[in-house]
């Protein structure tokens, strides 16, 4: 790396200077897993909170554009998908794989007693004709559930929730707390063990089915270190007896009490961790002056900032994560702008511009270059994420790229 200040970097005119060209190319036994979020069809679930059969989507194109030549609203390229039918996840196995993505990684909720959002999973990508093609696993998302706009003049009393009010105009009302209770965190797990650790297509590494936990520091704050560690003991003690070598635990760092939480996740019995989001993750390297950041800069602090600092953090694996965008306009209440600029104020929200197909492929090709500075861990990359339309991170097609993210993506593993 030479001496330029670190602020001035931007992918992808300083790739080289910020990765070691000789490492910039493909590892062998490489797999790329990407983060799924199942809120794209009807169901009761939703049925229930809304309306029948309201989608995010509703959210999606009700936006409207904050500035002059904000990226909103976001409109898929294919339609409205409904992510309920095989034909969509046929259309999209037929999209990723030549792409290089090997796994799709389910967001999966449990909430009232048993699994929602999950119609995506089971009555759509495992009965597409093409699934041979494709593996999947399962990322047990274990944060509280609300009405992902926020009400004007509400403010909730929930920590993680109140995190999340928008500059003092209001905050998520919400509808129904992750699993907690020991009862309801094992009877969630053991299902989605039981359910789905059998399938011939579940991505395994090491043949151990790999289950990714949204959030262990929920778990930790419920039942201590010694008791994770005990219950991800039984859970694979569970998964022997069903006749698996065990379970693959992967962690997820994204919310804010994850980051302290780091340095324990050895002793919890988790075997690797990457970030949701890194692009998102790496606006706070930024000042508050920067009221909207740009996509390359931040793809550079990625590179040089956020990976290595979160790699140093714990001495387990550490996969690199990737992003084609943030922005979270669609679930929020626009600010007023004030005339001194302050991100924290306005948009008081992540909100990514300038993201283009080139600076992803130079994001997709730098951790290609991580991975082969650190070849003593596997071959791992994260991409967050296939289709989270309404946080501005999504692979799929839309009217302003096309398949611009998509054949980014494909040149940079070199899939052509």
């Known amino acids: 790396m030479n001496d330029r200040n670190q602020a001035e970097y931007r992918l992808p005119q300083d790739l080289e200077s910020l990765c070691t060209p000789a490492l910039l190319r493909r590892p062998e036994n490489l797999t790329v897993a990407c983060w799924t979020f199942p809120h794209w069809h009807p169901n009761p679930f939703n049925d229930r909170l809304y309306g029948k059969g309201w989608t995010e989507y509703i959210q999606m194109r009700g936006c409207r554009p904050w500035f002059p030549g904000h990226h909103q609203p976001r409109t898929p390229l294919l339609g409205e998908l409904n992510e309920r039918e095989p034909a969509t996840w046929e259309k999209y ?111 395994r590494i090491n043949g151990e089915p790999v289950l990714a936990i949204w959030n262990m520091a929920q778990l930790v704050k419920k039942f201590g270190l010694g008791g994770v560690r005990r219950m991800l003991a039984d859970l694979r003690e569970f998964a022997a007896r069903l006749g698996h070598a065990g379970i693959y635990i992967h962690a997820i760092i994204q919310e804010p009490d994850m980051i302290p939480m780091m340095k324990d996740m050895t002793q919890m019995g988790v075997q690797s961790y990457s970030v949701y989001n890194s ?79 080139a600076a992803f492929e130079a994001l997709a090709r730098a951790a290609l270059a991580y991975l082969n500075a650190r070849p003593s861990i596997l071959p791992v990359v994260t991409i967050g994420c296939w289709n989270e339309w309404t946080e501005g991170h999504y692979l799929l097609p839309d009217t302003k790229h096309g398949f611009g993210m998509l054949r980014a993506l494909q040149r940079a593993l070199g899939k052509d």
């Open 93 to 203: 196995i037929d999209l990723a794989r030549p792409a290089g993505i090997d796994v799709f990684v389910f967001d999966w909720y449990w909430f009232e007693g048993g699994p929602v959002f999950h119609e995506a999973l089971e009555e759509g990508f495992l009965q597409a004709r093409n699934l041979d093609q494709m593996r999947f696993a399962v990322m047990w998302t274990n944060h509280p559930w609300a009405i992902w706009f926020p009400t004007a003049g509400y403010f909730p009393e929930d920590e993680a929730l109140r995190a999340w009010e928008n500059s003092g105009l209001g905050g998520y009302e919400p509808t129904h707390a992750g699993p907690e209770t020991s009862s309801e965190v094992w009877r969630s797990l053991a299902y989605l063990i039981a359910r789905y650790f059998h399938h011939p297509q579940y991505w």
């Open 279 to 357: 692009i998102a993750m790496a606006t706070s390297t930024r000042p508050d002056e920067e009221e909207l950041l740009d996509y390359g800069v931040l793809a550079a602090s990625v590179v040089n900032q956020v990976w290595p600092e979160y790699d140093a953090a714990c001495d387990l694996p550490c996969f690199p994560n990737i992003n084609p965008g943030t922005d979270n306009a669609p679930r929020v209440l626009e600010p007023r702008r004030g005339s001194a600029p302050s991100r924290a104020k306005w948009p008081a929200t992540p909100i990514v511009i300038n993201e283009t197909p």
